[in-house]
């Protein structure tokens, strides 16, 4: 919940965009997470867990 939202403050330039960002993030990287989750038969949790960290890191990385 709080990595998507770390990861749009990074990368949005204003409170709105930001606000979408976050939730829009959110929902992608659990999605994404889900998915390469059931293609290697694993659970779902810690993978959500690290697409979103791996998507901060690069965040940071790319940061404004």
Do not use: C, D, E
């Amino acid at each position: 919940v709080i990595i998507p939202a770390a990861a749009a403050k990074n990368i949005a330039s204003s409170l709105s965009r930001y606000t979408m960002l976050a939730a829009g993030l959110g929902g992608l990287l659990a999605i994404i997470g889900i998915l390469i989750a059931y293609s290697l038969s694993l659970q779902p949790g810690p993978l959500v867990v690290l697409a979103s960290s791996g998507f901060f890191g690069l965040s940071v990385i790319l940061k404004k």
